[in-house]
């Protein structure tokens, strides 16, 4: 964040500069992907000459462009006149996202509060930049740290907590095939893993 765009109390979010591994949408090559869906259906013993097949390799294909590119949006941020500093906090955000190991989805809910500073954001934000990280190849532990390392870097909050708790479809239905285990991870930052007040306020409404 510029020093510019913090003193009119709004800024772009900015794609660029994200340490993030997100499928870019400029980078898809569609036909590309297509050919290789077709390819990799075939080599599975798939028959696309069957009706109901032929426009599988497709819809494979857009179904995961889709699940991997990211929406930007604009993350206004305002001045905290009213000197807030209570934990702000958005309860059970429901998220999906893709499994790198496995390109199986893994399904969840995420809790994103921050100890405000001198800036706060509209609450919605808070979902979008789930949804915005989700969207990519991902490991659950790498998206609970890029949820929290962006709060930190547009806000300058005095904590962060963040908790996810999701369903792999990697592990339910297939390899140990244990439905219903949850993986929980979090990333507690600043005062929300300091202060032991706040820190046991943060972790009891994400058990709410
Ligand atoms: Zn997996």
Redesign the pocket.
Request: aromatic share 10%; with cysteine; charged share 10%.
């Given at each position: 964040m510029s020093d510019t765009s913090r003193s009119n109390g709004s800024h772009e979010f900015r794609l660029e500069g994200s340490p993030t591994r997100v499928l870019d949408a400029r980078n898809v090559d569609r036909g590309r992907a297509v050919a290789a869906a077709r390819e990799l259906l075939e080599a599975l013993g798939a028959d696309l000459d069957r009706g109901s097949l032929a426009d599988t390799p497709e819809r494979m294909v857009d179904s995961y462009i889709e699940q991997l590119t990211p929406q930007p949006f604009h993350a206004t941020t305002f001045s905290n006149d009213g000197d807030y500093d209570e934990l702000v906090v958005a309860r059970s955000i429901t998220f999906h996202s893709l499994?790198?190991?496995?390109l199986?989805p893994?399904v969840g809910i995420a809790h994103v509060a921050y100890l405000p500073g001198e800036q706060i954001v509209g609450l919605s934000k808070l979902a979008r930049v789930v949804e915005y990280y989700a969207r990519a190849l991902q490991v659950q532990e790498r998206l609970t740290t890029q949820i929290a390392d962006w709060l930190e870097r547009e806000l300058h909050p005095r904590g962060v907590g963040v908790v996810l708790e999701a369903e792999?479809?990697?592990?339910t239905l297939r390899g140990v095939q244990k439905p219903g285990t949850k993986t929980v991870t979090s990333a507690l930052r600043g005062l929300v893993r300091d202060d032991p007040r706040t820190r046991a306020e943060f972790l009891t409404l994400t058990r709410g």
């Open positions: 499994c790198e190991h496995h199986l893994f792999h479809m990697c592990m």
